[in-house]
């Protein structure tokens, strides 16, 4: 079993829809939860960032961490044709060093 | 733009060759990390370097191994490559004062073994 599931889509919505991205991940000690969201070919840009559960916003974006189901969102709201990418959450526990990320989810948005 | 550069952008080795990718952290950040990234795949963690030291290591074979240099920037080595290592290379550095954890990634060396 991976330590972060996420499903790889793709997911196609059109232009204005929310979109909900979603992980699980299986050791309670992830305490740093983070969203990337990845364009063709380049790095991933970190997105969002929260400690412990509960939401954060962020213009369009929110994330959201649920300790007690480990279960990890990002909603997107009004979204547009550039927020076509893949997105990929990430954990990390106190102390790591490491980053754990999902598979990543490829986003499409249709003008 | 993160600041955080890497080269070569593509690279093309043969089975059995070396190869080093290099990256430069963004000014001030002393921690630099590699992550291999296979096609449709999450980055998976190599190693980590803190202040020229290695602190932390995924489960990568030894023939991957690093340096990072005073001035933060950092190679990644490679020897006896094989075909399962073609994959996009990425390097990520940490800001000591900022937020834990933020880590913030370079564009990536795509290497390709044939």
């Known amino acids: 079993q991976k330590e972060v599931e996420q499903d790889p889509g793709p997911l196609s919505v059109p232009e204005g829809a929310i979109v909900s991205l979603n992980c699980t991940y299986s050791n309670s000690a992830f305490q740093y939860f983070m969203w990337y969201r990845q364009y063709s070919r380049k790095g991933p840009e970190l997105l969002m960032y929260?400690?412990?559960?509960g939401n954060k916003e962020d213009g369009r974006f929110t994330a959201q961490v649920d300790k007690s189901s480990k279960y990890i969102s990002l909603f997107i709201r009004d979204s547009q044709p550039s927020d076509s990418a893949t997105y990929l959450c990430?954990?990390?526990?106190?102390?790591?060093?490491?980053?754990?990320f999902g598979q990543g989810t490829r986003l499409t948005i249709n003008p | 733009e993160t600041g955080v550069t890497q080269s070569p952008t593509h690279l093309i080795k043969t089975r059995g060759q070396q190869v080093t990718l290099r990256c430069s952290s963004q000014?001030?950040?002393?921690?630099v990390s590699w992550y291999q990234q296979a096609l449709g795949q999450g980055p998976q963690f190599i190693f980590q370097?803190?202040?020229?030291?290695?602190?932390g290591r995924g489960n990568f074979p030894p023939r991957f191994s690093g340096l990072q240099f005073p001035n933060y920037s950092s190679e990644l080595n490679v020897n006896a490559l094989e075909l399962d290592d073609s994959a996009l290379y990425l390097c990520a550095s940490m800001n000591p004062s900022g937020d834990p954890y933020e880590q913030y990634f370079g564009p990536g060396t795509r290497l390709t073994v044939t």
């Open positions: 929260t400690y412990s559960s």
């Open positions: 370097y803190y202040r020229e030291e290695e602190n």
């Open positions: 000014s001030g950040h002393n921690t």
């Open positions: 990430a954990t990390i526990r106190e102390g790591a060093q490491k980053l754990v």
